[in-house]
């Protein structure tokens, strides 16, 4: 029976690849987390009243530069190692029966017998220092393409994760810059709406003050006109002061807007180095912790690897003798069943030949009695009168015992057709071949008749 062992590194291999993925995971997460901007405070809102002549027309707003740039595509997890400990199966037992012993001659020769035992050790010890390079071949052969599919596995995974990252800032920067542009649309109709309800103002005012003045009394003109001179001096000079309290509240608050800002983005680069600092010591925690185990796993791997391939060795030097054995009374089996399987397609061969040349000679009785069955026909034949030159075409099929089964005349004159039919039924019974295959072959014929 066959002794196939199981791997005992399989469940190890299993739990330490679940682990290893469930840390991918988790690291994945931390960065992405890392990377998102913090949730920013409500804006305090402040109301100011002003009449529409206090308003100015908006200043075009630069966007604003920063100096930040995306850093996702550096955040890729670390590589991952292949830590599986080889798998190196024992190589079955072939169970093989020993050879009966030879009986001993009368006389033994003593130096003979010492000389073929020396023989029979250094071959011994020929085929083991063999054995043992081969073992070692093919597990150097076997540690290589461990190693090959390991640095894919690293390779792809390492693609994947800086793919994701690539997609990742691609998606926040569209994001932002759609958010950009909806505020400043929504800044630009604000300001608008503003422009024109303070130019509709200042024309209703302007058309009343016509109305009021066409109104007035002409006798009360000069008058007014005196007046309405040193008013407008006063309130010329009112506005003036109060335009330019306004301007210097404006610049305050846009001075005030622009040190805010200029604060807010350096708390924001301040903290964002703080978390990239601690995320990075986490990480070169968790690469420094993951290094020690696969390196760890790769000395245990090597030395149980050694002390099986080892034993291996040993093993297979063992078999080795018992294997010649068994494979050569397997090529002497092989012989004999050759040489059974030659014999069978010779004979298979020569009963084709026969069973050919059985059928042709069952085709050539068959068709000398067809053309006896032809000549009888003819014979039976009353060729109608008048019908000089005229064709028929008969197919006949005959029963076993050679009687008419059935009869296919064609002829495009009637009398031809009745008078060949008449005839093929004036002649039967037919002599019928002997032969099975012959008869067989002679149970339908094709004949044609021409009139004369």
Same mark, same amino acid.
């Given at each position: 029976m066959k002794?196939?062992?199981?791997?005992?590194s399989?469940?190890?291999?299993?739990?330490?690849?679940f682990?290893?993925?469930? #840390?991918?995971?988790?690291?994945?997460?931390l960065?992405?987390?890392?990377?998102?901007?913090?949730?920013?405070p409500?804006?305090?809102?402040?109301?100011?009243?002003?009449?529409p002549? %206090?308003?100015?027309?908006?200043?075009?707003?630069?966007?604003?530069?920063?100096?930040?740039?995306?850093?996702a #595509?550096?955040?890729?997890?670390?590589?991952?190692?292949?830590?599986?400990?080889?798998?190196?199966?024992?190589a079955?037992?072939i169970?093989?029966?020993?050879?009966?012993?030879?009986?001993?001659?009368?006389?033994?020769?003593?130096?003979k017998?010492?000389?073929?035992?020396?023989?029979?050790?250094?071959a011994?010890?020929?085929?083991?220092?063999?054995?043992?390079?081969?073992?070692?071949?093919?597990?150097?052969?076997?540690?290589?393409? @461990?190693?090959d599919?390991?640095?894919?596995?690293?390779?792809?995974? *390492?693609?994947?994760?800086?793919?994701? *990252?690539?997609?990742?800032?691609?998606?926040? *920067?569209?994001?932002?810059?759609k958010?950009?542009?909806?505020a400043?649309?929504k800044?630009?109709?604000?300001?608008?709406?503003k422009?024109?309800?303070?130019?509709?103002?200042?024309?209703?005012?302007?058309?009343?003050?016509k109305?009021?003045?066409?109104?007035?009394?002409?006798?009360?003109?000069?008058?007014?006109?005196?007046?309405d001179?040193?008013?407008?001096?006063?309130?010329?000079?009112?506005?003036?002061?109060?335009?330019?309290?306004?301007?210097?509240?404006?610049?305050?608050?846009?001075?005030?807007?622009k040190?805010?800002?200029?604060? $807010?983005?350096?708390?924001?680069?301040?903290?964002?180095?703080?978390?990239?600092a601690?995320?990075k010591a986490?990480?070169?925690?968790?690469? $420094?912790?993951?290094?020690?185990?696969?390196n760890?796993?790769?000395?245990? *791997?090597?030395?149980?690897?050694?002390?099986?391939?080892?034993?291996?060795?040993?093993?297979?030097?063992?078999?080795?003798?018992?294997?010649?054995?068994?494979?050569?009374?397997?090529?002497?089996?092989?012989?004999?069943? #050759?040489?059974?399987?030659e014999?069978?397609a010779?004979?298979?061969?020569?009963?084709?030949?026969?069973?050919?040349?059985?059928?042709?000679?069952?085709?050539?009785?068959?068709?000398?009695?067809?053309?006896?069955f032809?000549?009888?026909?003819?014979?039976?034949? %009353?060729?109608?009168s008048?019908s000089?030159? @005229?064709?028929?075409?008969?197919?006949?099929?005959?029963?076993?015992?050679?009687?008419?089964?059935?009869?296919?005349v064609?002829?495009?004159?009637?009398d031809?057709k009745?008078?060949?039919?008449?005839?093929?039924?004036?002649?039967?019974?037919?002599?019928?071949?002997?032969?099975?295959?012959?008869?067989r072959?002679a149970?339908?014929?094709?004949?044609?008749?021409?009139?004369?």
């Amino acid at each position: 029976m066959k002794d196939f062992k199981k791997p005992q590194s399989k469940e190890k291999t299993i739990a330490l690849g679940f682990t290893l993925g469930v #840390h991918v995971v988790a690291m994945t997460g931390l960065l992405f987390l890392g990377m998102s901007k913090p949730v920013e405070p409500p804006k305090q809102i402040k109301m100011v009243l002003v009449t529409p002549e %206090d308003l100015l027309p908006p200043e075009p707003m630069p966007l604003e530069q920063t100096d930040s740039a995306e850093t996702a #595509h550096e955040k890729v997890a670390e590589q991952i190692q292949q830590t599986a400990k080889p798998s190196v199966e024992d190589a079955p037992v072939i169970p093989v029966t020993q050879p009966t012993p030879p009986t001993p001659p009368a006389k033994p020769d003593v130096n003979k017998a010492a000389q073929e035992t020396k023989a029979a050790a250094e071959a011994l010890k020929k085929a083991q220092q063999k054995a043992a390079e081969q073992a070692k071949a093919a597990e150097a052969n076997k540690l290589k393409a @461990q190693a090959d599919a390991g640095n894919k596995a690293k390779a792809d995974a *390492a693609n994947k994760a800086q793919a994701d *990252a690539a997609e990742k800032a691609k998606a926040d *920067a569209a994001a932002k810059a759609k958010a950009d542009a909806a505020a400043k649309a929504k800044a630009d109709a604000a300001e608008k709406a503003k422009a024109d309800a303070t130019n509709k103002a200042k024309a209703d005012a302007a058309n009343k003050a016509k109305a009021d003045a066409s109104n007035k009394d002409k006798a009360d003109a000069a008058a007014k006109a005196k007046a309405d001179a040193a008013n407008k001096a006063k309130a010329d000079a009112a506005n003036k002061a109060k335009a330019d309290a306004s301007n210097k509240a404006k610049a305050d608050a846009a001075a005030k807007a622009k040190a805010d800002a200029a604060n $807010k983005a350096k708390a924001d680069a301040a903290n964002k180095a703080k978390a990239d600092a601690s995320n990075k010591a986490k990480a070169d925690a968790a690469a $420094k912790a993951k290094a020690d185990a696969a390196n760890k796993a790769k000395a245990d *791997a090597a030395n149980k690897a050694k002390a099986e391939a080892a034993e291996k060795a040993k093993a297979d030097a063992a078999n080795k003798a018992k294997a010649d054995a068994a494979n050569k009374a397997k090529a002497d089996a092989e012989a004999r069943e #050759h040489a059974a399987e030659e014999a069978k397609a010779s004979a298979a061969k020569q009963a084709a030949e026969e069973a050919a040349t059985k059928k042709a000679e069952a085709k050539k009785i068959a068709s000398t009695a067809k053309r006896d069955f032809e000549n009888k026909v003819r014979r039976a034949w %009353d060729i109608p009168s008048g019908s000089s030159g @005229q064709k028929a075409t008969a197919r006949v099929t005959l029963s076993d015992s050679g009687a008419v089964q059935s009869v296919i005349v064609n002829s495009s004159d009637p009398d031809m057709k009745a008078s060949v039919e008449a005839a093929v039924r004036a002649a039967a019974p037919y002599p019928m071949p002997s032969d099975p295959d012959a008869r067989r072959e002679a149970r339908t014929f094709t004949s044609s008749f021409t009139a004369k």
